[in-house]
């Protein structure tokens, strides 16, 4: 019924709770890595739970512009009518009878809305299910799921925050929510952020695109604490808390 696209460089540590927490949204979904060159063991991972792994080769930059073009593109090819466009850390919280559901009442474009997951304790096995509370983020407000019989062409902004839809574009009235899970833990961030910054493509840095990777060690984790300590940070219910046990 639906075919989820991702796009992953050395995503190890969230690969298999992507790939598990979809399966469970949508059993027997058809699942498609677009790999950039991974160095560690994404795409062992991905083809061990028997996803479709798609290389492409940035030559080890971040180049947002390739982003672009895959996201606005890969999904053509889908045999599935409903597709999932989302990063290894957009986790939707929207399941298979629900889609029927959505289906039926016309809807082309899913809405969600998005929450910043973030980690406020000890977490050393970096698992989903200890991180509890969230912020209220209104930038993964995205069109992560369509249908393509209906929607020719999604269009997505640079950083496929923002798209302009060509075809039957019907929004479901209810909105559903999207989980970003990329604060599993204060030395995970600093790393990763470390690592994304020092691969900045030029086009990127002319544009700005991914600027908050630029941050040195010391800003990432005042921002880190900052987040943490925001006053709008909410409990997640307990219902979608027990979903995320990887």
Request: aromatic share 14%; glycine share 4%; with cysteine.
């Amino acid at each position: 019924m639906i075919t989820c696209y991702t796009i992953a460089y050395n995503e190890e540590v969230m690969m298999e709770k992507f790939i598990l927490h979809y399966r469970l949204m949508f059993p027997g979904c058809h699942i498609v890595v677009y790999d950039n060159q991974s160095t560690d063991s994404t795409k062992e991972i991905a083809l061990g739970y028997g996803c479709e792994v798609r290389e492409y080769d940035s030559n080890n930059e971040i180049r947002d512009d390739l982003y672009l073009e895959i996201k606005n593109n890969c999904w053509k090819d889908a045999e599935t009518d409903w597709v999932i466009i989302a990063d290894v850390d957009e986790l939707v919280y929207f399941n298979e009878d629900q889609l029927k559901y959505e289906e039926k009442l016309g809807s082309t474009i899913i809405s969600f809305e998005g929450w910043n997951m973030i980690n406020t304790e000890p977490n050393p096995l970096l698992e989903l299910k200890n991180i509890k509370w969230a912020s209220r983020c209104k930038q993964y407000d995205k069109y992560y799921c369509f249908n393509k019989l209906h929607i020719k062409e999604i269009n997505y902004n640079a950083g496929c925050h923002t798209a302009n839809p060509v075809g039957v574009k019907k929004l479901s009235d209810r909105v559903y929510k999207l989980y970003h899970f990329r604060a599993l833990d204060e030395d995970y961030v600093v790393t990763k952020n470390l690592l994304y910054g020092s691969r900045l493509s030029r086009q990127n840095l002319d544009n700005n695109w991914g600027f908050h990777y630029k941050e040195d060690e010391e800003t990432i984790r005042r921002n880190y604490k900052v987040f943490q300590d925001k006053s709008n940070l909410i409990q997640i219910i307990d219902e979608d808390s027990t979903l995320f046990n990887y």
